[in-house]
């Protein structure tokens, strides 16, 4: 180490000759060729924004424009039920494993408890309160097939089913397990759930 901190002739110890080479050899590996292809990359590289404190939402939950504002560590989910009164969607696992919490975002099934709510701006979100109830509804048909116990899988299953239904009016049983595989039951309703989803496919049809 002494030899280290010994002093060259010039005055300047080993340790900043070395600090100082390391230094020369960074500054040759980018100069040349590879600052082009830097200056490239920085051109290429999408423009960030960096949100902090609160910011403005507006997204269309079930037909109506909503606005509010949020974190942006906030979830979709967290909107929705404490910022928006929209409470169909449940929170059970918090960790994208259950389905309680699933919603259609711009036509596709997600999970609202892991889905960021900065990134449904200008999305159209559909809830299971938006759903028809009438007799030849999914919901209605979770209640005749005996599809729920506790009730708080339901609104994830019910809009699973929805979902699977509107893509497949006449799904088998095995797609209809397929449809909703993204979601559980603690209670254990399985069978009544799969005969509803097979109840509302026949009772659709003859709407
Ligand atoms: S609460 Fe979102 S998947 Fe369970
Ligand atoms: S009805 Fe209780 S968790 Fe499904």
């Not at 070395?18 to 060729?33: C, E, N, Q």
């Not at 409470?87 to 711009?106: E, M, Y």
């Not at 009730?151 to 809009?159: A, D, H, K, L, R």
């Not at 979601?183 to 049809?205: E, F, H, S």
Request: with cysteine.
């Amino acid at each position: 180490m002494a030899d280290l901190e010994q002093k060259t002739k010039q005055g300047a110890s080993r340790r900043d000759f070395l600090r100082g080479s390391g230094f020369a050899a960074a500054t040759a590996v980018i100069t040349g060729p590879a600052i082009a292809s830097l200056d490239e990359a920085k051109a290429a590289e999408p423009e960030f924004k960096i949100v902090s404190d609160t910011t403005t939402l507006k997204l269309k939950v079930n037909g109506v424009d909503r606005t509010c504002e949020i974190e942006p560590r906030c979830t979709l989910l967290d909107t929705l039920r404490n910022r928006l009164d929209v409470t169909g969607p449940k929170r059970v696992c918090d960790r994208a494993s259950c389905g309680a919490c699933t919603v259609i975002l711009d036509g596709d099934l997600v999970y609202s408890c892991t889905t960021l709510a900065i990134s449904c701006g200008g999305k159209k979100v559909e809830t299971v309160e938006s759903f028809d109830s009438g007799v030849n509804s999914v919901p209605h048909a979770f209640v005749q097939n005996d599809g729920l116990m506790c009730g708080y899988c339901t609104p994830g299953f019910v809009t699973a089913c929805k979902v699977m239904l509107d893509h497949n009016p006449n799904p088998t049983i095995d797609e209809v397990r397929k449809g909703v595989d993204g979601n559980i039951c603690r209670c254990g309703t399985y069978v009544g759930v799969l005969q509803a989803a097979l109840a509302a496919a026949k009772t659709m049809k003859g709407a």
